[in-house]
T-cell receptor, first 114, second 113 residues
């Protein structure tokens, strides 16, 4: 199974600023995803990070707010832009290695916006 | 669209009690079904999965059977331990090549000694 390193593990940020979260995988993976887990709620898919092209966003999420990069098959970043307290959540990177494998998740980034 | 409905928590049990967490789903295709577990302060870990009707997934004493007729995937364990205290998420994949997951709301399980 893939080993996923996500940085930072947590951060406290001021409103109006931006934070970039990094996701590094120890092997090349077919697909990478970014999820959000708001306090007390379930996980919601933000977008699929596509290698070498623009990410595919789910309904309710836009590139200007959550720009995503995926320069190669082992690395992706998610930026939370112009943050507000409503962005306080856990952001999780997940990867799919293909075939019948399940999704694997990083430990998440716990973001608090003040 | 596809969705997962999960038993609300928290569920509080004594050690060695029997556990059931209900999960039902709505899907247009033939999804795969999963249970993920999130221990305090940690990320999600896959607990078990089932990819077709009547399959039974099992791991660490937990079991769940894919019931197409009742569109359910209930999680069970015969004797819970304090170390099982965590949040449990039922999920389905959309069955497509992208393997995106749709999650239920999660159920907090608290096991008391």
């Amino acid at each position: 199974s893939a080993v996923i390193s996500q940085k930072p593990s947590r951060d406290i940020c001021q409103r109006g600023t931006s934070l970039t979260i990094q996701c590094q995988v120890d092997s090349q993976v077919t697909m990478m995803f970014w999820y959000r887990q708001q306090p007390g709620q379930s996980l919601t898919l933000i977008a699929t990070a596509n290698q070498g092209s623009e990410a595919t966003y789910e309904s309710g999420f836009v590139i200007d707010k959550f720009p995503i990069s995926r320069p190669n098959l082992t690395f992706s970043t998610l930026t939370v832009s112009n943050m507000s307290p409503e962005d306080s959540s856990i952001y999780l990177c997940s990867v799919w290695t293909g075939d019948n494998s399940p999704l694997h998740f990083g430990n998440g980034t716990r973001l608090t916006v003040t | 669209g596809d969705s997962v409905t999960q038993m609300e928590g928290p569920v509080t049990l004594s050690e060695e009690a029997f556990l059931t967490i209900n999960c039902t789903y709505t899907a247009t295709g033939y999804p795969s079904l999963f249970w993920y577990v999130q221990y305090p302060g940690e990320g999600l870990q896959l607990l078990l999965k089932a990819t077709k009707a009547d399959d039974k997934g099992s791991n660490k004493g937990f079991e769940a059977t894919y019931r197409k007729e009742t569109t359910s995937f209930h999680l069970e364990k015969g004797s819970v331990q304090v170390s099982d205290s965590a949040v449990y998420f039922c999920a389905l994949s959309d069955g497509g090549a992208t393997n995106k997951l749709i999650f239920g709301t999660g159920t907090l399980l608290a096991v008391q000694p």
